[in-house]
């Protein structure tokens, strides 16, 4: 089958090649029964002479509904972090170590900046992944109006594009800082309160 394919295809080349009459490429795309093409001669052509492609994305609504995007899989997502986490805690021998010496850190009671810190850490990461799809979206884009010399879709792309980079470059920016002042943070309290259990009451003479 695949010998007979390739023959085919090979035989329809040199048709296309010899054709200068009435029978043009064009031509066989709109009239398949012309006389010598068989239905897989029909197929290749009508393959070959697709427009190129819609664009997928209409970028003018897109950001607004990549927000709504981001209300509505943030509160899913927390929900399953936060699930796992006390599963975890909870289950496993390592995760009860964890809760004894970090625990009183994420209460609440003591303190909501950890939890809402690392509330804006998960949303950061969910806005970097969404990103990630709009710019692979936008480069599909880019090249098909590159493929189809599309001046107007390129241009509009090129002002689309600096949009995507500069709000993917504060979501970098904001992300690192977040990050690094959360780990800071639980550094100084870890220090402090294991210095103070060994420090308290002598408990290093023990």
């Not at 009239?31 to 003018?60: C, F, H, K, M, Y």
């Not at 939890?115 to 480069?139: D, E, K």
């Not at 992300?175 to 259990?197: E, H, K, P």
Request: glycine content about 6%; charged content about 15%.
């Amino acid at each position: 089958h695949v010998g007979g394919l390739l023959r085919k295809v090979s035989e329809l080349s040199r048709k296309l090649c010899a054709s200068k009459g009435p029978h043009s490429f064009a031509d066989l795309h709109v009239r398949p029964g012309v006389t010598g093409i068989d239905p897989l001669e029909s197929a290749a052509v009508n393959l070959s002479a697709r427009a190129a492609p819609e664009p997928s994305l209409d970028w003018n609504q897109e950001f607004v509904d990549s927000l709504l995007w981001l209300l509505k899989v943030f509160p899913i997502t927390a929900i399953g972090f936060a699930v796992i986490v006390v599963a975890l805690t909870r289950f496993t021998h390592w995760g009860r170590q964890f809760r004894a010496l970090a625990g009183p850190y994420f209460n609440p009671r003591r303190s909501w900046r950890p939890v809402l810190t690392l509330a804006l850490v998960l949303l950061l990461t969910l806005a970097g992944v969404r990103l990630q799809v709009l710019l692979s979206y936008w480069q599909n884009g880019f090249y098909n109006a590159l493929q189809s010399l599309d001046a107007k879709a390129f241009w509009m792309l090129i002002l689309v594009f600096g949009v995507l980079a500069t709000v993917f470059v504060l979501r970098t920016l904001l992300a690192f800082y977040v990050a690094q002042a959360f780990d800071i943070r639980w550094r100084v309290w870890l220090t402090d309160r294991l210095s103070s259990d060994w420090l308290d009451g002598q408990a290093y003479y023990k």
